[in-house]
């Protein structure tokens, strides 16, 4: 076989600052692309004649492929350790938002629903970083 060099380098694995960047641009892209998404919803609600009950599931629904997206970029940037870095964007991603959500509300009481959110951001976000792998 005919092999130029140069085309079985695997690339090298990030590290330190670079790895660092990646996970920032990820969850960057998540709270944007959940910005945008729940402007669109907001305008959809506001428009037309959707019922407001529906409110909760559209958020829950938008953060979670906010979560996956922002992960599967990181993931399929880093290109290993997709659970763990996926992870960790939704992990981020889920406090980032409790904490704009410390503003709107004046209290959040630490118990089983505070920790259910950041368990099911892991969990999305590991899926998604994942996914991001292996594209």
Known sequence: MNRQPGYSVAPQP?????LFMVLLKGIALALALSALL??????????????????PYL???VSLTAIMSGACFAGKR???????????VGFIYVALMLVIGL?????????????????????FGATGGMWGVNR
């Not at 669109?40 to 037309?48: D, N």
């Not at 880093?78 to 960790?88: E, N, Q, S």
């Not at 959040?108 to 368990?119: C, E, M, Q, R």
């Open 14 to 18: 990030l590290t330190g600052h670079g």
């Open 38 to 55: 729940l402007f669109i919803a907001a305008l959809v609600l506001y428009f037309t004649a959707v019922p407001e009950k529906i409110t």
């Open 59 to 61: 958020v829950f629904g």
């Open 78 to 88: 880093i290109g290993y350790r997709g659970w763990l870095y996926g992870g960790v």
């Open 103 to 123: 503003f709107a509300l004046d209290n959040i009481t630490v118990g089983w629903n505070l920790l259910s959110k950041l368990f099911l951001g892991f969990v």
